[in-house]
T-cell receptor, first 115, second 113 residues
Framework: DAGITQSPRHKVTETGTPVTLRCHQT?????MYWYRQDPGHGLRLIHY???????DKGEVSDGYSVSRSKTEDFLLTLESATSSQTSVYFC??????????????FGPGTRLTVT | DQQVKQNSPSLSVQEGRISILNCDYT??????FLWYKKYPAEGPTFLIS?????DKNEDGRFTVFLNKSAKHLSLHIVPSQPGDSAVYFC????????????FGTGTRLQVTL
């Protein structure tokens, strides 16, 4: 199994509070991604990173920001949590080598509830 | 607009039989397709993939077929086992997108005894 951990694994927070989710990898992979999973929507990309300090938006980036100051860590921040951000969040990583770079490996997920 | 579609939310198959999961896509730029398997309370795990230059890829009990003209791919599991019961996601990507994946909504497979 790829060395990916997410913290916290579960969190309940109130509307309007800031929340930061952490993804940590031990694989030294270049690419890192944040997805959310919701019923009827599959997994949707929030933000991704293609290197330290290099990030870009995904399909559902509104209300989220990210940072990557080290290869191994990718942080997802909800600046002011809303109930619509209640979801399961997954981090993923992939190598940059051709032929393998499309295959992403996922962390165990963080279940976030915004009340 | 859902670019990757899995129109069957669920599928039930008897143990030992073939399971066929289907996926359709609309973006003709997609050139790499993947299947992921997900158990409850776990992250998705990579199962098998196929490049658009191929029409079939096989790995043990799992085979993925790609029909580019129909923009359709399918995952065959033969023989199906109870441990295959999970949600299966189809995903697609294309060159130059930093390996970003677009996922379908998933199909829940139940393999019965």
């Amino acid at each position: 199994d790829a060395g990916i951990t997410q913290s916290p694994r579960h969190k309940v927070t109130e509307t309007g509070t800031p929340v930061t989710l952490r993804c940590h990898q031990t694989e030294n992979h270049r690419y890192m991604y944040w997805y959310r999973q919701d019923p009827g929507h599959g997994l949707r990309l929030i933000h991704y990173s293609y290197g330290v300090k290099d990030t870009d938006k995904g399909e559902v980036s509104d209300g989220y920001s990210v940072s990557r100051s080290k290869t191994e860590d990718f942080l997802l921040t909800l600046e002011s949590a809303t109930s619509s951000q209640t979801s399961v969040y997954f981090c993923a990583i992939s190598e940059s080598t051709s032929g393998k770079s499309y295959e992403q490996y996922f962390g165990p997920g963080t279940r976030l509830t915004v009340t | 607009d859902q670019q990757v579609k899995q129109n069957s939310p669920s599928l039930s198959v008897q143990e030992g039989r073939i399971s066929i999961l289907n996926c359709d896509y609309t973006n003709s730029m997609f050139d790499y397709f993947l299947w992921y398997k997900k158990y409850p309370a776990e992250g998705p795990t990579f199962l098998i993939s196929i490049s658009s230059i191929k029409d079939k890829n096989e790995d043990g009990r799992f085979t993925v077929f790609l029909n580019k003209s129909a923009k359709h791919l399918s995952l065959h599991i033969v023989p199906s086992q109870p441990g295959d019961s999970a949600v299966y996601f189809c995903a697609a990507s294309y060159t130059g997108t930093a390996s970003k994946l677009t996922f379908g909504t998933g199909t829940r497979l139940q393999v019965t005894l």
